[in-house]
Protein backbone atom coordinates (compact mmCIF):
# COMPACT_ATOMS: atom_id res chain seq x y z
CA UNK A 1 0.00 0.00 0.00
CA UNK A 2 1.13 3.23 -1.21
CA UNK A 3 1.11 6.43 1.31
CA UNK A 4 0.68 10.32 0.66
CA UNK A 5 2.05 12.31 3.27
CA UNK A 6 -0.64 15.06 4.14
CA UNK A 7 1.56 17.67 5.73
CA UNK A 8 -0.34 20.67 4.43
CA UNK A 9 1.34 21.61 1.56
CA UNK A 10 1.29 20.17 -1.70
CA UNK A 11 -0.75 19.02 -4.61
CA UNK A 12 -1.63 15.46 -2.51
CA UNK A 13 -5.24 14.79 -4.52
CA UNK A 14 -3.50 15.20 -7.70
CA UNK A 15 -1.24 12.84 -6.78
CA UNK A 16 -3.59 10.64 -5.36
CA UNK A 17 -6.09 10.90 -8.45
CA UNK A 18 -2.88 9.94 -10.71
CA UNK A 19 -2.39 6.70 -8.63
CA UNK A 20 -5.77 5.70 -8.82
CA UNK A 21 -5.56 5.99 -12.85
CA UNK A 22 -2.79 3.58 -12.71
CA UNK A 23 -4.92 1.17 -10.37
CA UNK A 24 -2.57 1.59 -7.66
CA UNK A 25 -4.19 1.60 -4.16
CA UNK A 26 -3.18 4.77 -2.01
CA UNK A 27 -4.25 6.58 1.60
CA UNK A 28 -3.65 10.10 2.50
CA UNK A 29 -1.51 9.90 5.55
CA UNK A 30 -2.70 12.81 7.76
CA UNK A 31 -1.31 10.78 11.28
CA UNK A 32 2.37 10.40 11.46
CA UNK A 33 2.01 7.43 13.63
CA UNK A 34 -0.02 5.79 10.38
CA UNK A 35 3.69 5.47 8.15
CA UNK A 36 4.56 2.68 9.37
CA UNK A 37 1.90 0.62 7.91
CA UNK A 38 2.74 1.26 4.50
CA UNK A 39 5.49 -0.07 2.28
CA UNK A 40 6.03 3.16 0.21
CA UNK A 41 5.57 6.72 1.26
CA UNK A 42 5.46 9.93 -0.98
CA UNK A 43 6.63 13.05 -0.09
CA UNK A 44 4.84 15.66 -1.99
CA UNK A 45 5.46 19.30 -1.84
CA UNK A 46 4.70 22.43 -3.64
CA UNK A 47 5.51 26.16 -2.83
CA UNK A 48 8.94 27.28 -1.36
CA UNK A 49 11.24 24.80 0.78
CA UNK A 50 11.01 26.52 4.09
CA UNK A 51 6.87 26.77 4.36
CA UNK A 52 6.86 23.18 3.45
CA UNK A 53 9.81 21.96 6.20
CA UNK A 54 8.11 23.92 8.81
CA UNK A 55 4.68 22.57 8.64
CA UNK A 56 6.20 19.25 8.21
CA UNK A 57 8.05 19.57 11.33
CA UNK A 58 5.61 21.09 13.25
CA UNK A 59 2.93 17.99 12.35
CA UNK A 60 5.59 15.58 13.68
CA UNK A 61 6.49 13.62 10.46
CA UNK A 62 10.18 14.10 10.78
CA UNK A 63 10.97 11.17 12.95
CA UNK A 64 8.77 8.76 11.57
CA UNK A 65 9.47 9.52 7.74
CA UNK A 66 13.39 8.98 8.87
CA UNK A 67 12.29 5.25 10.54
CA UNK A 68 10.29 4.39 7.48
CA UNK A 69 13.77 5.06 5.50
CA UNK A 70 15.98 3.56 7.99
CA UNK A 71 13.80 0.01 7.75
CA UNK A 72 14.89 0.63 3.98
CA UNK A 73 11.18 0.72 3.06
CA UNK A 74 10.25 3.49 -0.30
CA UNK A 75 10.56 6.77 0.09
CA UNK A 76 10.10 9.32 -3.02
CA UNK A 77 9.69 13.34 -3.36
CA UNK A 78 8.56 15.18 -5.67
CA UNK A 79 9.48 18.38 -6.70
CA UNK A 80 9.85 20.29 -3.18
CA UNK A 81 9.17 16.80 -1.65
CA UNK A 82 12.80 15.90 -3.04
CA UNK A 83 14.58 18.69 -2.39
CA UNK A 84 13.27 18.40 1.19
CA UNK A 85 15.61 15.05 1.47
CA UNK A 86 18.93 17.07 1.36
CA UNK A 87 20.91 18.94 3.92
CA UNK A 88 19.53 22.25 3.51
CA UNK A 89 18.27 25.18 0.48
CA UNK A 90 19.04 28.19 0.25
CA UNK A 91 15.41 29.27 -0.38
CA UNK A 92 14.71 32.59 2.08
CA UNK A 93 18.10 31.98 3.52
CA UNK A 94 19.39 28.80 4.79
CA UNK A 95 17.17 26.20 5.94
CA UNK A 96 17.56 22.76 6.91
CA UNK A 97 16.15 19.87 5.01
CA UNK A 98 15.81 16.12 5.74
CA UNK A 99 19.61 15.42 5.71
CA UNK A 100 18.83 12.16 3.78
CA UNK A 101 21.04 12.34 1.44
CA UNK A 102 24.46 14.40 1.04
CA UNK A 103 24.14 17.98 -1.10
CA UNK A 104 22.30 21.06 -0.79
CA UNK A 105 19.22 22.89 -3.26
CA UNK A 106 20.26 26.18 -4.64
CA UNK A 107 18.71 28.70 -7.21
CA UNK A 108 18.24 28.14 -11.16
CA UNK A 109 20.92 30.45 -12.83
CA UNK A 110 19.34 30.12 -16.68
CA UNK A 111 21.03 33.56 -17.87
CA UNK A 112 24.78 33.23 -16.40
CA UNK A 113 27.52 34.30 -18.96
CA UNK A 114 24.95 33.69 -22.17
CA UNK A 115 23.91 36.13 -24.97
CA UNK A 116 20.79 33.81 -25.59
CA UNK A 117 17.07 35.10 -24.75
CA UNK A 118 16.35 35.88 -21.38
CA UNK A 119 15.17 33.11 -19.30
CA UNK A 120 12.49 33.74 -16.96
CA UNK A 121 12.02 32.10 -13.26
CA UNK A 122 9.85 30.07 -12.19
CA UNK A 123 11.13 27.68 -14.90
CA UNK A 124 7.33 26.47 -15.68
CA UNK A 125 6.79 24.29 -18.69
CA UNK A 126 7.60 21.19 -20.37
CA UNK A 127 10.64 20.06 -20.91
CA UNK A 128 12.86 16.99 -22.48
CA UNK A 129 14.68 15.28 -19.72
CA UNK A 130 18.19 13.41 -20.74
CA UNK A 131 18.47 10.36 -19.05
CA UNK A 132 21.79 9.08 -17.99
CA UNK A 133 23.31 5.34 -18.85
CA UNK A 134 22.95 2.59 -16.33
CA UNK A 135 20.38 0.23 -15.18
CA UNK A 136 18.07 1.54 -13.10
CA UNK A 137 17.22 3.92 -15.25
CA UNK A 138 16.15 1.27 -18.09
CA UNK A 139 13.81 0.16 -15.68
CA UNK A 140 12.21 3.12 -14.56
CA UNK A 141 11.59 4.07 -18.06
CA UNK A 142 10.29 1.29 -19.96
CA UNK A 143 7.40 1.85 -22.19
CA UNK A 144 8.05 5.64 -22.00
CA UNK A 145 8.39 7.33 -25.28
CA UNK A 146 8.36 10.99 -24.49
CA UNK A 147 10.47 12.29 -22.11
CA UNK A 148 8.41 15.11 -21.82
CA UNK A 149 7.67 16.55 -18.69
CA UNK A 150 6.12 19.69 -16.79
CA UNK A 151 8.10 21.70 -14.22
CA UNK A 152 7.85 24.40 -12.14
CA UNK A 153 10.25 25.25 -9.49
CA UNK A 154 12.96 28.02 -9.19
CA UNK A 155 15.12 25.85 -7.02
CA UNK A 156 17.10 22.92 -7.98
CA UNK A 157 19.06 19.83 -6.31
CA UNK A 158 23.20 19.74 -6.18
CA UNK A 159 24.01 16.20 -5.14
CA UNK A 160 27.10 14.95 -3.24
CA UNK A 161 27.35 12.07 -5.13
CA UNK A 162 25.94 12.14 -8.63
CA UNK A 163 26.17 8.36 -9.24
CA UNK A 164 22.36 8.74 -7.90
CA UNK A 165 21.41 10.70 -10.55
CA UNK A 166 18.85 8.96 -12.87
CA UNK A 167 18.22 12.24 -15.59
CA UNK A 168 18.89 15.75 -15.91
CA UNK A 169 17.44 18.47 -17.22
CA UNK A 170 18.72 21.97 -18.85
CA UNK A 171 17.44 25.23 -18.70
CA UNK A 172 19.47 27.70 -20.04
CA UNK A 173 22.62 27.04 -18.90
CA UNK A 174 21.79 25.26 -16.16
CA UNK A 175 21.93 21.58 -16.31
CA UNK A 176 20.36 19.63 -12.75
CA UNK A 177 19.25 16.40 -11.73
CA UNK A 178 15.55 15.46 -12.45
CA UNK A 179 15.83 12.24 -11.33
CA UNK A 180 17.55 10.58 -8.30
CA UNK A 181 17.54 7.29 -7.22
CA UNK A 182 19.73 6.35 -4.14
CA UNK A 183 18.73 2.64 -3.00
CA UNK A 184 15.40 3.30 -1.16
CA UNK A 185 14.82 7.03 -1.77
CA UNK A 186 13.73 8.31 -4.85
CA UNK A 187 13.58 12.13 -6.34
CA UNK A 188 11.80 13.58 -8.94
CA UNK A 189 12.26 17.15 -9.62
CA UNK A 190 9.36 17.70 -12.12
CA UNK A 191 5.60 16.78 -11.65
CA UNK A 192 5.06 13.10 -12.90
CA UNK A 193 1.67 13.18 -11.60
CA UNK A 194 0.88 16.40 -13.75
CA UNK A 195 2.77 15.36 -17.15
CA UNK A 196 0.63 13.41 -18.99
CA UNK A 197 0.95 9.52 -20.19
CA UNK A 198 4.72 9.93 -19.53
CA UNK A 199 4.32 10.90 -15.99
CA UNK A 200 2.11 8.30 -15.18
CA UNK A 201 3.70 5.72 -16.77
CA UNK A 202 6.79 6.38 -14.74
CA UNK A 203 4.96 6.32 -11.15
CA UNK A 204 3.61 2.87 -12.60
CA UNK A 205 7.24 1.79 -13.24
CA UNK A 206 8.90 3.40 -9.77
CA UNK A 207 6.21 1.95 -7.86
CA UNK A 208 6.15 -1.94 -9.61
CA UNK A 209 9.85 -2.10 -8.85
CA UNK A 210 9.28 -3.41 -5.24
CA UNK B 1 17.37 23.43 -25.46
CA UNK B 2 15.32 26.21 -26.61
CA UNK B 3 12.34 27.82 -23.89
CA UNK B 4 8.70 25.87 -24.14
CA UNK B 5 5.90 27.38 -25.60
CA UNK B 6 2.50 25.86 -23.74
CA UNK B 7 -1.13 25.55 -26.28
CA UNK B 8 -3.52 26.23 -23.22
CA UNK B 9 -7.03 25.90 -23.56
CA UNK B 10 -9.07 28.31 -21.95
CA UNK B 11 -12.37 27.60 -20.77
CA UNK B 12 -14.66 29.92 -18.70
CA UNK B 13 -17.06 28.13 -17.07
CA UNK B 14 -20.92 29.54 -16.34
CA UNK B 15 -22.93 27.59 -13.74
CA UNK B 16 -22.24 23.65 -14.98
CA UNK B 17 -21.68 24.74 -18.33
CA UNK B 18 -18.31 25.90 -20.77
CA UNK B 19 -19.42 29.07 -21.94
CA UNK B 20 -17.61 31.80 -24.77
CA UNK B 21 -17.57 34.90 -24.48
CA UNK B 22 -16.96 38.02 -26.87
CA UNK B 23 -15.30 41.41 -25.10
CA UNK B 24 -15.70 39.17 -22.14
CA UNK B 25 -19.64 40.15 -22.46
CA UNK B 26 -21.54 38.21 -24.60
CA UNK B 27 -21.87 34.63 -23.54
CA UNK B 28 -22.37 31.67 -25.93
CA UNK B 29 -22.97 27.73 -24.21
CA UNK B 30 -20.57 25.38 -25.75
CA UNK B 31 -20.72 22.26 -23.35
CA UNK B 32 -19.77 20.12 -20.43
CA UNK B 33 -16.43 21.37 -19.17
CA UNK B 34 -15.38 17.99 -18.16
CA UNK B 35 -15.69 16.43 -21.88
CA UNK B 36 -14.73 19.48 -23.07
CA UNK B 37 -11.41 18.95 -20.57
CA UNK B 38 -10.63 15.50 -21.04
CA UNK B 39 -10.54 15.89 -25.14
CA UNK B 40 -8.15 18.75 -24.75
CA UNK B 41 -6.34 16.76 -22.35
CA UNK B 42 -6.05 13.90 -25.24
CA UNK B 43 -5.41 16.06 -27.82
CA UNK B 44 -2.22 17.26 -26.05
CA UNK B 45 -2.58 20.62 -24.15
CA UNK B 46 -0.18 21.72 -21.92
CA UNK B 47 -2.39 23.02 -19.36
CA UNK B 48 -5.95 23.88 -18.15
CA UNK B 49 -7.05 27.65 -17.51
CA UNK B 50 -10.47 27.19 -15.76
CA UNK B 51 -12.44 30.75 -15.38
CA UNK B 52 -15.66 30.94 -13.07
CA UNK B 53 -16.81 33.41 -15.38
CA UNK B 54 -19.76 34.77 -12.75
CA UNK B 55 -18.09 34.21 -9.32
CA UNK B 56 -16.49 37.50 -9.45
CA UNK B 57 -19.97 39.29 -9.68
CA UNK B 58 -21.91 37.10 -8.00
CA UNK B 59 -19.96 36.16 -5.18
CA UNK B 60 -20.05 32.40 -5.52
CA UNK B 61 -17.91 29.48 -5.95
CA UNK B 62 -19.30 26.95 -8.18
CA UNK B 63 -16.06 25.34 -9.98
CA UNK B 64 -14.23 23.34 -7.11
CA UNK B 65 -17.01 20.11 -7.99
CA UNK B 66 -16.43 20.94 -11.35
CA UNK B 67 -12.08 20.82 -11.33
CA UNK B 68 -12.35 17.85 -8.59
CA UNK B 69 -14.12 15.53 -11.70
CA UNK B 70 -11.98 17.02 -14.46
CA UNK B 71 -8.97 16.13 -11.99
CA UNK B 72 -9.78 12.90 -12.13
CA UNK B 73 -8.90 12.45 -15.79
CA UNK B 74 -7.00 15.29 -16.29
CA UNK B 75 -3.12 14.49 -15.67
CA UNK B 76 -1.65 18.16 -16.69
CA UNK B 77 -1.35 21.36 -14.72
CA UNK B 78 -4.88 23.39 -13.72
CA UNK B 79 -5.19 26.55 -13.03
CA UNK B 80 -8.63 27.74 -11.54
CA UNK B 81 -9.50 31.43 -11.85
CA UNK B 82 -12.40 33.58 -10.75
CA UNK B 83 -13.69 34.88 -7.58
CA UNK B 84 -10.61 33.68 -5.29
CA UNK B 85 -10.38 36.06 -2.46
CA UNK B 86 -8.40 35.03 0.60
CA UNK B 87 -6.28 32.06 1.73
CA UNK B 88 -8.79 29.89 2.62
CA UNK B 89 -10.54 29.83 -1.26
CA UNK B 90 -6.94 29.46 -2.91
CA UNK B 91 -6.35 26.33 0.12
CA UNK B 92 -9.76 24.75 -1.39
CA UNK B 93 -9.09 25.12 -4.67
CA UNK B 94 -5.39 23.46 -4.66
CA UNK B 95 -7.76 20.69 -2.38
CA UNK B 96 -9.71 20.30 -5.27
CA UNK B 97 -7.36 19.71 -7.99
CA UNK B 98 -6.31 22.70 -9.08
CA UNK B 99 -1.85 23.30 -9.08
CA UNK B 100 -2.54 27.08 -9.73
CA UNK B 101 -4.76 29.44 -9.29
CA UNK B 102 -5.69 33.00 -11.12
CA UNK B 103 -6.46 35.95 -9.49
CA UNK B 104 -7.33 40.01 -10.74
CA UNK B 105 -10.45 41.28 -8.91
CA UNK B 106 -9.63 41.05 -5.29
CA UNK B 107 -6.17 42.39 -5.89
CA UNK B 108 -6.90 45.63 -6.48
CA UNK B 109 -8.52 45.67 -2.82
CA UNK B 110 -6.13 43.70 -1.54
CA UNK B 111 -2.77 42.95 -2.79
CA UNK B 112 -1.06 42.02 -0.10
CA UNK B 113 -3.00 38.44 -0.60
CA UNK B 114 -0.21 38.10 -3.52
CA UNK B 115 2.32 38.13 -0.93
CA UNK B 116 0.59 35.55 1.19
CA UNK B 117 -0.41 33.54 -1.34
CA UNK B 118 3.21 32.92 -2.69
CA UNK B 119 4.29 32.72 1.05
CA UNK B 120 2.29 30.33 1.65
CA UNK B 121 1.84 27.97 -1.40
CA UNK B 122 4.57 29.18 -3.68
CA UNK B 123 4.83 31.88 -6.06
CA UNK B 124 4.56 28.82 -8.87
CA UNK B 125 1.06 28.86 -7.88
CA UNK B 126 0.27 32.39 -7.50
CA UNK B 127 -1.09 33.75 -11.19
CA UNK B 128 -1.67 37.34 -11.93
CA UNK B 129 -4.76 37.79 -14.05
CA UNK B 130 -4.62 40.46 -16.27
CA UNK B 131 -7.73 42.13 -18.25
CA UNK B 132 -6.27 44.97 -20.12
CA UNK B 133 -8.05 47.58 -21.65
CA UNK B 134 -6.04 49.87 -24.48
CA UNK B 135 -6.38 53.83 -22.71
CA UNK B 136 -3.90 55.80 -25.53
CA UNK B 137 -0.86 55.10 -27.34
CA UNK B 138 1.14 52.53 -25.61
CA UNK B 139 -0.70 52.60 -22.53
CA UNK B 140 -2.90 50.00 -21.26
CA UNK B 141 -4.99 50.03 -17.98
CA UNK B 142 -5.69 47.24 -15.74
CA UNK B 143 -9.52 46.32 -15.12
CA UNK B 144 -11.28 44.26 -12.66
CA UNK B 145 -14.81 42.31 -12.57
CA UNK B 146 -14.38 39.97 -15.98
CA UNK B 147 -13.06 43.51 -17.52
CA UNK B 148 -16.13 45.40 -16.16
CA UNK B 149 -14.73 47.64 -13.70
CA UNK B 150 -12.10 50.07 -13.97
CA UNK B 151 -8.94 50.14 -11.49
CA UNK B 152 -6.79 53.45 -12.72
CA UNK B 153 -3.58 51.77 -12.84
CA UNK B 154 -1.02 51.74 -15.49
CA UNK B 155 -1.00 48.01 -16.87
CA UNK B 156 2.92 47.98 -16.40
CA UNK B 157 3.06 49.37 -13.22
CA UNK B 158 0.76 47.10 -11.68
CA UNK B 159 2.42 44.14 -13.74
CA UNK B 160 5.62 45.37 -12.19
CA UNK B 161 4.19 45.81 -8.95
CA UNK B 162 2.52 41.91 -8.52
CA UNK B 163 6.25 40.30 -9.15
CA UNK B 164 7.55 42.34 -6.67
CA UNK B 165 5.40 40.68 -4.24
CA UNK B 166 5.31 37.29 -5.61
CA UNK B 167 3.65 36.60 -8.56
CA UNK B 168 4.79 33.80 -10.30
CA UNK B 169 2.95 34.24 -14.22
CA UNK B 170 1.07 36.68 -16.12
CA UNK B 171 -1.90 35.70 -17.34
CA UNK B 172 -2.74 38.33 -19.85
CA UNK B 173 -6.02 39.00 -21.70
CA UNK B 174 -6.42 42.12 -24.02
CA UNK B 175 -10.38 43.08 -23.27
CA UNK B 176 -10.31 44.77 -26.67
CA UNK B 177 -9.66 41.77 -28.92
CA UNK B 178 -11.38 39.25 -26.65
CA UNK B 179 -13.40 36.65 -28.85
CA UNK B 180 -13.07 38.78 -32.17
CA UNK B 181 -10.58 36.96 -33.98
CA UNK B 182 -8.90 40.08 -35.05
CA UNK B 183 -5.61 38.56 -33.46
CA UNK B 184 -2.96 39.21 -30.97
CA UNK B 185 -2.55 42.50 -29.65
CA UNK B 186 1.20 42.05 -30.06
CA UNK B 187 2.14 45.64 -28.71
CA UNK B 188 0.57 45.01 -25.59
CA UNK B 189 2.32 41.50 -25.00
CA UNK B 190 5.56 43.00 -26.12
CA UNK B 191 5.17 45.85 -23.98
CA UNK B 192 4.63 43.34 -21.08
CA UNK B 193 7.24 40.65 -22.24
CA UNK B 194 9.55 43.36 -21.77
CA UNK B 195 9.13 44.16 -18.05
CA UNK B 196 8.21 40.77 -16.92
CA UNK B 197 10.77 38.43 -15.76
CA UNK B 198 7.88 35.09 -14.91
CA UNK B 199 6.27 33.54 -17.59
CA UNK B 200 3.79 35.07 -19.38
CA UNK B 201 0.65 33.51 -20.78
CA UNK B 202 -1.28 35.32 -23.52
CA UNK B 203 -4.90 35.73 -24.80
CA UNK B 204 -7.31 37.37 -26.48
CA UNK B 205 -8.30 37.44 -30.27
CA UNK B 206 -6.22 34.40 -32.07
CA UNK B 207 -8.51 33.61 -34.85
CA UNK B 208 -6.57 31.70 -36.96
CA UNK B 209 -3.20 29.68 -36.13
CA UNK B 210 -1.20 32.18 -37.87
CA UNK B 211 -1.37 34.43 -35.19
CA UNK B 212 0.34 31.92 -33.04
CA UNK B 213 3.33 31.85 -35.28
CA UNK B 214 3.29 35.53 -35.23
CA UNK B 215 3.82 35.43 -31.48
CA UNK B 216 6.44 33.38 -31.43
CA UNK B 217 8.69 34.40 -34.24
CA UNK B 218 8.01 38.29 -33.15
CA UNK B 219 7.95 38.06 -29.13
CA UNK B 220 7.82 34.30 -27.80
CA UNK B 221 6.19 34.33 -24.71
CA UNK B 222 5.68 31.13 -22.60
CA UNK B 223 2.35 30.23 -24.28
CA UNK B 224 -0.99 31.22 -25.36
CA UNK B 225 -4.29 30.48 -24.30
CA UNK B 226 -7.20 29.54 -26.80
CA UNK B 227 -10.75 29.27 -26.37
CA UNK B 228 -13.01 30.36 -30.07
CA UNK B 229 -9.72 28.04 -32.00
CA UNK B 230 -10.42 25.24 -29.87
CA UNK B 231 -14.33 25.40 -28.43
CA UNK B 232 -15.86 26.70 -31.75
CA UNK B 233 -13.68 26.25 -34.48
CA UNK B 234 -12.87 22.68 -32.99
CA UNK B 235 -9.72 22.95 -34.33
CA UNK B 236 -7.21 20.10 -32.72
CA UNK B 237 -4.97 20.72 -30.25
CA UNK B 238 -2.25 17.96 -31.74
CA UNK B 239 -3.08 19.81 -35.19
CA UNK B 240 -2.06 23.06 -33.97
CA UNK B 241 1.06 21.86 -33.00
CA UNK B 242 2.23 20.06 -35.82
CA UNK B 243 1.93 23.47 -37.64
CA UNK B 244 3.85 25.14 -34.85
CA UNK B 245 6.07 22.45 -34.97
CA UNK B 246 7.11 22.41 -38.79
CA UNK B 247 6.36 26.19 -39.31
CA UNK B 248 9.10 27.58 -36.85
CA UNK B 249 12.19 27.04 -35.08
CA UNK B 250 12.54 29.23 -32.47
CA UNK B 251 10.35 27.74 -29.56
CA UNK B 252 10.18 24.09 -28.32
CA UNK B 253 6.18 22.98 -28.73
CA UNK B 254 5.72 19.67 -26.99
CA UNK B 255 4.07 17.05 -29.36
Redesign the interface.
Known sequence: MIGIIDYG?G?I??VS??L??INVQNNIIKDPSQIKNFSTIILPG???FK?CITKFKKKNFLECTLSHVLKKKKLIGIC?GMQMLFEYSEENGKTEGLSLLKGKVTLLKPNQNTSE?F????N?????IKLKKNIKVNKFFQNIN?L?Y?F???YACRLDDKSHIIATN?YGVEEYTSVLASNNIFGIQF?P?????S??QLLKNILSND | ?N????IIPRMDIKGDKLIKTIRLEGVRPVGDPKIFAKKY?DQ?A?EIFLIDAVASLYGRNSLFDVIKEI???V???ITLAGGLRCLEDVEKA????A?KVAINTELHTQPNLINEIS???????MVLQVDAKKIDEKKWEPYSDCGRERTYKDLLEWIKEAIDRGA??IFLTSIDDEGTKNGLDLELISSVNEI?????ICSGGVGELSNIKELIEKI?T??VALSNLLHIEKINISAIKAFLHKSQKKM?I??
Open positions: SNFSNAKKVGNSVSLSLPMGWSTKDYAHSSHEKSGQGL | MKNFRYGDSQEFIPLNSGDKNFGSNCGESSVPLGDGYRQ
